[in-house]
């Protein structure tokens, strides 16, 4: 039995230990104490550091390195398991040594990969509570998978005091999901293009991100979300190429020191931190992405870097059968085993610091569904999950954004538990992408499902007091096409990903508009030019709230690869050459966000009121192309609806025609001295949106709606401005 020694109440303030003294460390004392077990990770303490980590080996070496890329530590410090090991928790205090030092672990204990056991001292670990992470220029996953010490390329952790920051005033926003518009976007791509017009040394990093915060100020987006940027494995990728996304996460709590701009890594906390602050400042809000679902250790043929090294049935589901494999709910490889206490702790921990020592505002949980899973893989219902009802209830994250991706690799599909049977968390809403896409497109059937998606999504999210704004809804994210290629290619094109085009979705519900890839068709190029207003307009008019994905405002193409994970070039950047045809796209966003920001009716906390009584609550009421008479039939192409706000004097008639022939519709009769003003015609092109004095009026009572074409009229006062 391990003698469990107890820590006094500070880490250092204990007797050497009589073995495992070191000479030539810094510091008066030059010798180290047994530390205590808590915090984990390594804790800055006056005279030195505390480092503690969780392990079930049986010896553990603590390396200490004088640089970031030296080849070999320069002190190892053997844990005594009688003096440096409370349970399973490893810890000492290391007097000297301050912020900045580079450390490691070697864990020693059986190789059993038949038991589930992958001990192995050749395999040099991080630390799972790391700060930070050096050694990224010389990191060799191959190394990390093969036989043989791998000391010279191995990553390392970095002893951080994140107390040496000045916030000045930086508060959460909280902004309410009802007045929310979020930008999904990817750091590196952001400004990594020449086009970008920064500074080669700035470009793919926070710091460029913070140079075009005036451009998503004037976008009109109330909230980045952050694809990951916790380190990841930029080698877990097909040869010759690297993994641009990021979803094969390392280190969970350090930022991503290949998008600092000095590609060191406790510069990067703080670039991290500036660009936070800049972006609050700013009044927009920082969501990140988090993949708790799996690691970049990936199979039993992945590299050996830290959980797995440490305590690999503590943090990895295995499989029962035979543990020497993983379980697989990720697709990736593994799958994390949130439902052990280890595993849970880390990541409420990580959770916290994100929010308390680096402001950020919210989470996107990767692949939500496995987070459900109990520790032995088996799915629970929602409302029992131990790792989400924790997070959920945790004070230090109350207030926060947090946003599910309510589905596993493995079919898992539990979209609108979240909202439904927990109090706090949001979704994405996937139906609401694919139903918006057929309807648009002008798919049969796809009349009334697009209906349910524009007014909140009752028949998912049929909690009755539930914000309709937990409903994240997007037509594009960047897992797919992008918007301009959705409108471009009737097929993905993921040659250049390496595996024979077998990667990405094969169902997009896209439509070429008549010729596949570029083309230089007038009236082809016009008609995508009007599909891609169609969606922009349907995005924002839906009852949720709604996501933009990072470049859809200025025609970004991926040239029809809809998995370009691994495609960290100008295939995936963001290009920001202006042209006629990408002005006109990001104008109308502009103005179609500022447009519906501006109105309560787009702002509710509530589902609109469909009761036909007039009850004076914000209601919605259906036509089709007559008044009160929607028609829901299989071969319907068109939806159109009235949005009014009594008590804001605020009243919109919309109408879609997904139709490949023009439709005339029917319009509201208003009160005397008032007429439809109207704001947007897709079908107009670069007049397609007009607001205030420039709306025209609309005198007649009918309206012909051109082919595949969105209309938007608002009940003004008359004004001499009149339509043709």
């Not at 390396?63 to 844990?79: A, C, G, H, N, Q």
């Not at 919210?362 to 629970?380: E, H």
């Not at 439709?663 to 009160?671: I, N, Q, Y």
């Not at 947007?680 to 949106?689: K, N, Q, R, V, W």
């Amino acid at each position: 039995m391990t003698n469990q020694t107890t820590p006094r109440a500070c880490c250092h303030e204990s007797e050497p230990c009589p073995i495992h003294a070191i000479s030539g460390l810094p510091g008066s004392a030059n010798e180290i104490t047994h530390g205590r077990s808590f915090p984990l990770g390594a804790s800055v303490c006056p005279g030195g550091v505390n480092f503690s980590i969780f392990s079930t080996c049986d010896r553990l070496e603590l390396l200490l390195f004088d640089e970031p890329e030296s080849r070999l530590p320069t002190k190892v410090i053997t844990l005594d398991p009688s003096w440096n090991k409370t349970f399973h928790y490893w810890h000492v205090f290391v007097p000297g040594v301050s912020s900045g030092q580079v450390y490691a672990y070697r864990a020693h204990g059986p190789y059993q990969p038949r038991h589930g056991q992958w001990f192995d001292p050749q395999k040099v670990l991080i630390d799972p509570y790391a700060r930070a992470i050096a050694n990224t220029r010389n990191y060799s996953r191959l190394a990390a998978c093969q036989s043989g010490d791998n000391c010279a390329t191995a990553l390392r952790s970095v002893v951080v005091d994140t107390s040496r920051y000045d916030w000045q005033d930086d508060l959460p926003l909280r902004t309410p999901y009802s007045q929310s518009v979020i930008y999904e976007l990817h750091v590196g791509g952001f400004t990594k293009s020449p086009t970008s017009g920064l500074p080669v040394e700035k470009r793919g990093t926070y710091e460029g991100l913070k140079e075009k915060v005036p451009y998503l100020k004037s976008l009109g987006v109330t909230a980045v979300e952050l694809l990951p940027v916790n380190q990841f494995d930029d080698q877990d990728a097909p040869a010759g190429l690297s993994n641009y996304w990021g979803y094969s996460p390392i280190a969970f709590f350090a930022p991503h020191v290949q998008y600092s701009s000095s590609r060191e890594p406790l510069p990067a906390i703080d670039e991290f931190r500036d660009m936070v602050k800049a972006l609050h400042k700013a009044g927009i809000e920082v969501i990140l992405d988090v993949v708790f679902n799996h690691t970049a250790e990936g199979s039993h043929h992945g590299p050996t870097l830290s959980f797995k090294g440490l305590a690999n049935n503590a943090y990895y589901i295995l499989d029962p059968a035979d543990p020497a494999q993983y379980a697989n709910f990720s697709g990736c490889g593994n799958a994390f085993r949130g439902g052990n206490s280890v595993a849970l702790r880390l990541i409420l921990d990580c959770l916290r610091y994100w929010v308390s020592e680096m402001h950020v505002d919210g989470f996107r949980f990767d692949l939500a569904s496995v987070l459900s899973r109990d520790a032995t893989g088996k799915p629970q219902p929602i409302e029992l999950s131990n790792v989400l009802s924790a997070i959920e209830s945790d004070p230090v994250l109350a207030g926060t954004k947090l946003i599910a991706e309510a589905w596993d690799a493995t079919g898992l599909y539990q979209i609108g538990s979240f909202v439904n049977k927990l109090d706090w968390f949001a979704e994405w809403n996937g139906p609401f992408r694919d139903d918006i896409r057929r309807f648009i497109k002008g798919d049969n059937g796809s009349a009334r499902t697009a209906a349910l998606r524009l007014a909140g999504s009752s028949d998912i999210y049929s909690r009755p007091e539930r914000e309709p704004n937990r409903s994240i809804h997007f037509v594009t994210c960047h897992d797919g096409f992008t918007l301009s290629d959705l409108v471009s290619y009737n097929s993905k094109d993921n040659e250049a990903n390496g595996q024979k085009n077998q990667d990405g979705a094969n169902s997009n519900f896209s439509w070429n508009c008549g010729n596949e890839g570029t083309t230089t068709e007038v009236e082809v190029q016009g008609l995508r030019t009007r599909q891609i207003k169609n969606f922009l307009t349907v995005l924002f008019i839906a009852q949720g709230t709604p996501m933009l994905l990072m470049g859809d405002e200025r025609r970004r193409t991926q040239q029809g690869n809809n998995n370009a994970y691994c495609q960290d070039n100008p295939t995936s950047w963001l290009n920001w050459i202006s042209n006629d045809d990408t002005q006109e796209i990001l104008n109308f966003t502009k103005n179609l966000i500022a447009f519906t920001q501006s109105l309560n009716v787009f702002k509710q906390d509530h589902l609109l009121c469909a009761m036909k009584n007039e009850c004076g609550c914000p209601r919605i009421s259906w036509h089709g192309t007559a008044l009160n008479s929607p028609d829901w039939s299989y071969f319907s192409h068109s939806l159109a609806f009235s949005l009014s706000h009594p008590a804001r004097s605020e009243s919109l008639y919309i109408a879609i025609n997904a139709y490949w022939k023009p439709l005339l519709f029917e319009l509201p009769p208003l009160p005397a001295h008032y007429a439809w003003h109207r704001i947007i015609d897709t079908f107009l092109g670069s007049e397609a949106f007009a607001s205030g004095n420039a709306a025209p009026i609309c005198k007649k009572t009918a309206y012909q709606l051109r082919d595949r074409s969105c209309l938007i009229m608002m009940a003004a006062p008359s004004a001499s401005h009149s339509m043709t």
